[in-house]
């Protein structure tokens, strides 16, 4: 494929309704010297039919949040307002761009929308994901705002005690941007989401795509309600125990609590919600099935991923049309494989080794 061609698609991926004048303005060369072009790329196959179409395979669509990770770990128990000995962690993250790579590495074409700096940590971060098979293709490089960052300090225990996050570039994923990406989006399988994008952005999404199976993560408990009032439009959300009082309005205080948190969900219009308990296992509610899911305590080396993987498990297992007792299981090996490294992504992840956790002890507890 000639230079020209793959200016030419990079284009076409941008904005598949693109004209041959308005590709001739931006390339500098002739409408017909365009024509030539695209019907050379249609005899190979990598344009089909109308409004140039691009011949890729199927593939997840993940919108949210990229960054550097800046973690720092004790080497023993953490002393707040001291100064503690112990190692620094640098390493590529961000939910929606963890998600993606998990997803990645778990055999299924991922596309990643984000936003990142003109700088030495947006390059690698978009240098990275060419290296894991993620296509960042399609993000935003800001000059104006840098990478985002997210500086956290973990206990001694591997849970984070503390975290800032410069996040300001994720404001320009704005509807407009959004709407650039439309055939992009609306080709996808299916859409992960993740609060870190404006609340603006996320309701134009789940209103400009309703037939998208958008799977959301709430990333925390102040991001998760620019959501409250699009509940309806969600297919799957994973909130964490504060999370979903945050978004319900119930305390979860015991089991009759929760399942009136899930019910909640599924009243507004969501149609499964997974609930994180922590080491208390994992709640699992649609319109037919619901239970919880106990497993065996997982020995943490680095939480911040856990969350991040259990959401790969839950598209890995969808898409292959995994009963949900055996997605929930999948999950939650995914989310304890990631726990066992110290990186964020743990690089050991794949389908064969989430296999391996999955034989370990579980109980599920029926709930209806």
Request: include cysteine.
């Amino acid at each position: 494929m000639t230079n020209r061609e793959q200016e030419i698609i990079e284009l076409i991926r941008k904005n598949p309704m693109i004209t041959q004048n308005e590709l001739s303005e931006k390339l500098s060369i002739t409408r017909s010297s365009v024509a030539v072009h695209i019907t050379n790329l249609m005899k190979k196959g990598v344009i089909k039919g109308k409004c140039y179409l691009l011949n890729d395979e199927p593939y997840v669509c993940v919108v949210g949040g990229a960054n550097i990770d800046i973690q720092g770990f004790p080497g023993e128990q953490l002393v707040m307002n001291d100064s503690n000995p112990g190692s620094v962690k640098i390493s590529y993250g961000g939910v929606g761009r963890n998600i993606a790579e998990n997803i990645s590495r778990l055999g299924i074409q991922t596309r990643l929308i984000t936003a990142v700096g003109n700088d030495d940590y947006g390059r690698g971060l978009l240098e990275a994901a060419g290296k894991c098979g993620m296509d960042m293709k399609h993000s935003l490089i800001s000059d104006e705002y840098p990478t985002p960052i997210y500086l956290s300090i973990l206990d001694e225990e591997g849970d984070m005690k503390v975290a800032i996050a410069q996040m300001a570039v994720l404001e320009k994923i704005s509807p407009e941007f959004i709407e650039n990406r439309r055939q992009l989006i609306k080709r996808a399988q299916l859409c992960v989401i993740d609060t870190n994008l404006p609340e603006k952005t996320l309701v134009y999404l789940t209103q400009e795509f309703p037939e998208m199976d958008f799977y959301l993560d709430t990333v925390s408990t102040a991001k998760a309600v620019k959501v409250k009032n699009i509940l309806g439009r969600l297919h799957t959300i994973k909130p964490n125990r504060l999370e979903s009082e945050k978004l319900t309005g119930i305390p979860i205080t015991d089991e009759e609590s929760l399942r009136r948190s899930g019910e909640y969900f599924l009243k507004q219009g969501v149609r499964r919600v997974v609930i994180s308990l922590g080491g208390k296992g994992t709640y699992y509610r649609d319109g037919k099935n619901e239970f919880i899911l106990e497993t065996e305590k997982a020995k943490v080396v680095n939480a911040t991923g856990a969350g991040d993987a259990f959401m790969a498990g839950m598209v890995y297992a969808s898409l292959n049309q995994i009963s949900p007792v055996e997605t929930i299981r999948l999950s939650a090996a995914a989310s304890k494989l990631a726990l066992s490294h110290e990186n964020t992504i743990n690089p050991e992840m794949s389908v064969e080794n989430i296999k391996i956790l999955m034989e370990e002890n579980y109980h599920v507890k029926r709930l209806s």
